[in-house]
């Protein structure tokens, strides 16, 4: 029985409780007696159960919350050696990138690497 039924079947259980009570005591039978008091039994049983649901739910919304806590520290702890991985190569690159090329070639270079550096082929359009 889920939380919606028991939550119909209490207000109809009210309903007919706020009809018996409505009559004034003496002039109730006994068997009105008799059903006033099924009424507020069945009720308490049913207001029971709704906490009782009510009660699991929030355990079980808590457990959750705490398994969601524990699993972000999880990976934040695993995935924090990545950060460093793929930081690394980044900055690396960006400061390979703030070194400028060199314009001129340099006197150590041979003729054909001096070729390259002036027009990034074999043969040279200059020479």
Not at 58 to 74: G, T
Not at 92 to 106: G, H, I, V, W
């Amino acid at each position: 029985m889920d939380d919606i039924q028991l939550c119909k079947d209490i207000m109809d259980l009210k309903q007919e409780l706020q009809n018996l009570v409505a009559i004034p005591e003496k002039e109730k039978t006994k068997l009105q007696k008799q059903r006033e008091d099924e009424l507020i039994q069945k009720i308490h049983k049913l207001v029971q159960k709704r906490d009782f649901l009510v009660d699991d739910a929030e355990v079980e919304r808590l457990r959750e919350q705490e398994e969601d806590k524990e699993m972000a520290d999880f990976l934040r702890i695993k995935l924090k050696p990545l950060d460093k991985v793929t930081k690394s190569p980044a900055s690396s690159r960006a400061e390979k990138k703030a070194e400028p090329p060199p314009s001129k070639p340099t006197v150590a270079k041979t003729g054909l690497a001096l070729i390259k550096d002036c027009c990034g082929a074999t043969q040279c359009n200059i020479m």
